[in-house]
């Protein structure tokens, strides 16, 4: 038996050591999870969003219908118009106010871009000026109406908030009609203008914001850096412009009788089963009054679309036309003459359209327009705004990335103010595939892959780089968060961690779950992987919510017991990733292993059993250079 003064101090060194003491609580210390393996914080699955990612059994998104009749004017620079928008309230929820966008007002005195006056960004060779430039401008609403009377109003900006009568009840429409007009700016946020008499529109006409499940009303300005978030409806247009222009742009033509020669519907016809270009208007007919069907006075052109979620078009007096065929795709290109570089564009459009097509996802719409103009580079639904360019590398990139966003974000509606690497990114990751496909077997196509890991050293600058999830007008380098980074992620998840066959179907999913419809980044992670089978929490935190970053050193080799080497490896950096280790054995020999990204999971230090009793004399990790790794002068040892 103890005695008390044992007892005692049997007692005093418990609770000094901090074990427990009978009938004694025990406080409990929170420690942070710090793994990098540790599960991303996302919305909790629901009727609308699944677990795998997927539309659930009540997704529902807004019905918009637009009936517009415009005027071009070129002689007074305006554009005037009236439109029927029909509004269908397919959530849940009454709703007693509407949001539009009314984003001429960039360029009205006062707006948020006139008073910032912020500078240009640079993207690689290319400056986007996402201002007027100095125009003023600004769009004049002179009818805001439902059932015959008027609606209040509040315009910010580029946004206007409509209060309804009466709570739009869920399943319920109503019908907006609206007039309005603009002074066309001759260079309008980077997206759209006019330069001399061709004209390129697009953010045209009012226009109703999303209203999703995920934020209700999504009402971000437009201020320059962000792009659209629209909801997808059928649009009825009728364009007015002079009787000498020729117009194209978003949806089907109604009535090419009216606006084209005989001889111009023979040639479009030929050219839809034809692979080569035919020329619908020729150098030598661009501009002449043989070339249209009048010479005075105004034409109107009708078009109509389905299942998109905007439109935009082109006009001009002086336009060569090309066209070809593939697959029942009508592929068109328009340019002025004394576009150098824009005869082989009519080949470098189908190519895209054709790769994109038969990789990811079947383009699906009837055509695939381009014209030639003073913007740098823009995309709509069917529709796309590209320059001359400096090279034929730099005509054909341009056309195919402006292309490639049919597939993001106009067939997987994201949110383009939010989320630029689902948008951008995305698409530059599958625009690099098409232009190794366009150029394979010349020194630029066969080194194109390359060009995002290249770029980051310059960009991937501690202390300075942003995390991808920053919004776009957020990002002080564009360029490589919005585009070049998210392409180089998704390279590095399809060629390093996942392989080609469980990327690209997992890939494809994601389109295909998504066509037509509003996703999430939480969408988009758990799509990839449910259908890859791997979980991918530590590859997102990583790339899109960190700027983590990689650095993965072979500390050295030892003998392993009973013979043979340990290779100890370490990562040093916060960025995880499978790690691809060669090694030179004593007999000369060598060999490449591939060790998963699971090698972190108890810590930051991993030992190599090289099996068999082998003896290593020198290791080398990445010796591909395929990875991001910050520091490659701990990548290798020898003996």
Same mark, same amino acid.
């Given at each position: 038996?103890?005695?008390?003064?044992?007892?005692?101090?049997?007692?005093?060194?418990?609770?000094?050591?901090?074990?427990?003491?009978?009938?004694?609580?025990?406080?409990?210390?929170?420690?942070?999870?710090?793994?990098?393996?540790?599960?991303?914080?996302?919305?909790?699955?629901?009727?609308?969003?699944?677990?795998?990612?997927?539309?659930?059994?009540?997704?529902?998104?807004?019905?918009?219908?637009?009936?517009?009749?415009?005027?071009?004017?070129?002689?007074?620079?305006?554009?005037?118009?009236? #439109?029927?928008?029909?509004?269908?309230?397919?959530?849940?929820?009454?709703?007693?106010? *509407?949001?539009?966008?009314?984003?001429?007002?960039?360029?009205?005195?006062?707006?948020?871009?006139?008073?910032?006056?912020?500078?240009?960004?640079?993207?690689?060779?290319?400056?986007?000026?996402?201002?007027?430039?100095?125009?003023?401008?600004?769009?004049?609403?002179?009818?805001?109406?439902?059932?015959?009377?008027? *609606?209040?109003?509040?315009?910010?900006?580029?946004?206007?908030?409509?209060?309804?009568?009466?709570?739009?009840?869920?399943?319920?429409?109503?019908?907006?009609?609206?007039?309005?007009?603009?002074n066309v700016p001759p260079y309008g946020a980077g997206r759209m203008g006019h330069d001399g008499p061709l004209y390129e529109l697009g953010q045209w006409y009012p226009r109703m914001a999303v209203?999703?499940?995920?934020?209700?009303?999504?009402?971000?300005?437009?201020?320059?850096?962000?792009?659209?978030?629209? #909801?997808?409806?059928?649009?009825?247009?009728?364009?007015?412009?002079?009787?000498?222009?020729?117009?194209?742009?978003?949806?089907?033509?109604?009535?090419?009788?009216?606006?084209?020669?005989?001889?111009?519907?023979?040639?479009?016809?030929?050219?839809?089963?034809?692979?080569?270009?035919?020329?619908?208007?020729?150098?030598?007919?661009?501009?002449?009054?043989?070339?249209?069907?009048?010479?005075?006075?105004?034409?109107?052109?009708?078009?109509?679309?389905?299942?998109?979620?905007?439109?935009?078009?082109?006009?001009?007096?002086?336009?060569?036309?090309?066209?070809?065929?593939?697959?029942?795709?009508?592929?068109?290109?328009?340019?002025?003459?004394?576009?150098?570089?824009?005869?082989?564009?009519?080949?470098?459009?189908?190519?895209?359209?054709?790769?994109?097509? #038969?990789?990811?996802?079947?383009?699906?719409?009837?055509?695939?327009?381009?014209?030639?103009?003073?913007?740098?580079?823009?995309?709509?639904?069917?529709?796309?705004?590209?320059?001359?360019?400096?090279?034929?590398?730099?005509?054909?990139?341009?056309?195919?990335?402006?292309?490639?966003?049919?597939?993001?974000?106009?067939?997987?509606?994201?949110?383009?103010?939010?989320?630029?690497?689902?948008?951008?990114?995305?698409?530059?990751?599958?625009?690099?595939?098409?232009?190794?496909?366009?150029?394979?077997?010349?020194?630029?196509?066969?080194?194109?892959?390359?060009?995002?890991?290249?770029?980051?050293?310059?960009?991937?600058?501690?202390g300075q780089e942003q995390p991808l999830g920053d919004r776009p007008v957020e990002q002080r380098d564009l360029f490589w968060t919005g585009y070049r980074k998210p392409a180089l992620m998704m390279?590095?998840?399809?060629?390093?961690?996942?392989?080609?066959?469980?990327?690209?179907?997992?890939?494809?999913?994601?389109?295909?779950?998504?066509?037509?419809?509003?996703?999430?980044?939480?969408?988009?992670?758990?799509?990839?992987?449910?259908?890859?089978?791997?979980?991918?929490?530590?590859?997102?935190?990583?790339?899109?919510?960190?700027?983590?970053?990689?650095?993965?050193?072979?500390?050295?080799?030892?003998?392993?017991?009973?013979?043979?080497?340990?290779?100890?490896?370490?990562?040093?950096?916060?960025?995880?990733?499978?790690?691809?280790?060669?090694?030179?054995?004593?007999?000369?020999?060598? #060999?490449?292993?591939?060790?998963?990204?699971?090698?972190?999971?108890?810590?930051?230090?991993?030992?190599?059993?090289?099996?068999?009793?082998?003896?290593?004399?020198?290791?080398?990790?990445?010796?591909?250079?395929?990875?991001?790794?910050?520091?490659?002068?701990?990548?290798?040892?020898?003996?």
């Amino acid at each position: 038996m103890r005695s008390r003064a044992g007892v005692l101090f049997a007692l005093v060194a418990l609770a000094l050591t901090g074990l427990p003491v009978a009938g004694q609580s025990v406080p409990q210390l929170a420690v942070a999870d710090s793994s990098p393996f540790r599960a991303l914080e996302l919305p909790t699955p629901n009727a609308y969003r699944t677990g795998s990612g997927r539309p659930g059994p009540s997704y529902w998104q807004q019905r918009v219908d637009y009936r517009i009749d415009a005027t071009l004017d070129p002689a007074a620079n305006e554009l005037r118009g009236t #439109e029927t928008i029909h509004y269908v309230n397919r959530s849940p929820e009454s709703l007693g106010y *509407l949001w539009m966008f009314v984003e001429q007002n960039i360029c009205a005195p006062g707006s948020v871009t006139d008073q910032l006056n912020q500078p240009p960004l640079v993207f690689g060779e290319s400056v986007f000026d996402f201002s007027c430039k100095g125009f003023r401008g600004g769009l004049t609403l002179d009818r805001l109406q439902s059932a015959g009377a008027d *609606l209040a109003h509040t315009v910010y900006g580029t946004t206007m908030r409509v209060e309804l009568p009466r709570p739009l009840a869920p399943g319920g429409s109503l019908d907006i009609d609206v007039a309005w007009k603009f002074n066309v700016p001759p260079y309008g946020a980077g997206r759209m203008g006019h330069d001399g008499p061709l004209y390129e529109l697009g953010q045209w006409y009012p226009r109703m914001a999303v209203f999703d499940d995920v934020h209700g009303w999504n009402h971000e300005p437009y201020i320059g850096a962000g792009e659209f978030y629209l #909801e997808y409806g059928a649009f009825d247009v009728h364009l007015t412009v002079p009787a000498g222009y020729i117009v194209a742009g978003t949806g089907v033509l109604q009535n090419p009788e009216e606006v084209l020669t005989p001889a111009q519907r023979e040639r479009l016809a030929r050219a839809r089963t034809s692979e080569a270009p035919v020329p619908i208007v020729t150098a030598d007919e661009a501009g002449k009054a043989t070339s249209r069907p009048k010479a005075t006075g105004t034409l109107t052109w009708h078009f109509v679309a389905d299942n998109v979620r905007d439109v935009a078009y082109g006009a001009a007096p002086v336009l060569r036309w090309d066209a070809s065929g593939y697959d029942g795709i009508l592929i068109h290109t328009l340019y002025r003459p004394t576009a150098s570089r824009w005869p082989e564009a009519n080949r470098m459009a189908r190519q895209a359209i054709r790769y994109f097509s #038969e990789q990811w996802f079947r383009y699906p719409y009837p055509h695939a327009t381009t014209i030639e103009g003073p913007i740098e580079g823009m995309e709509y639904p069917m529709m796309t705004f590209v320059p001359n360019g400096a090279s034929r590398e730099d005509v054909e990139w341009t056309i195919m990335h402006e292309f490639g966003h049919e597939w993001f974000p106009m067939v997987v509606g994201s949110n383009e103010r939010l989320y630029p690497w689902m948008d951008e990114g995305f698409n530059t990751f599958i625009d690099i595939g098409a232009a190794q496909d366009y150029f394979r077997g010349t020194a630029y196509g066969d080194t194109l892959g390359q060009t995002p890991l290249h770029l980051h050293p310059a960009h991937a600058i501690l202390g300075q780089e942003q995390p991808l999830g920053d919004r776009p007008v957020e990002q002080r380098d564009l360029f490589w968060t919005g585009y070049r980074k998210p392409a180089l992620m998704m390279q590095t998840l399809r060629f390093e961690v996942l392989d080609k066959e469980r990327f690209d179907p997992a890939f494809r999913e994601y389109i295909r779950a998504w066509a037509f419809k509003h996703p999430t980044p939480a969408d988009f992670f758990r799509v990839m992987r449910d259908q890859s089978g791997q979980d991918l929490d530590w590859f997102w935190r990583g790339w899109i919510y960190t700027t983590a970053r990689l650095d993965q050193a072979v500390d050295s080799v030892t003998p392993g017991q009973g013979g043979g080497s340990v290779v100890h490896l370490s990562n040093r950096g916060s960025m995880v990733l499978p790690a691809e280790l060669k090694l030179t054995f004593a007999d000369g020999s060598s #060999e490449v292993v591939r060790l998963p990204v699971d090698m972190w999971n108890l810590g930051n230090h991993f030992d190599y059993r090289v099996p068999g009793g082998r003896t290593v004399t020198a290791a080398e990790l990445d010796p591909r250079h395929a990875l991001p790794d910050v520091n490659r002068a701990n990548n290798r040892w020898s003996r």
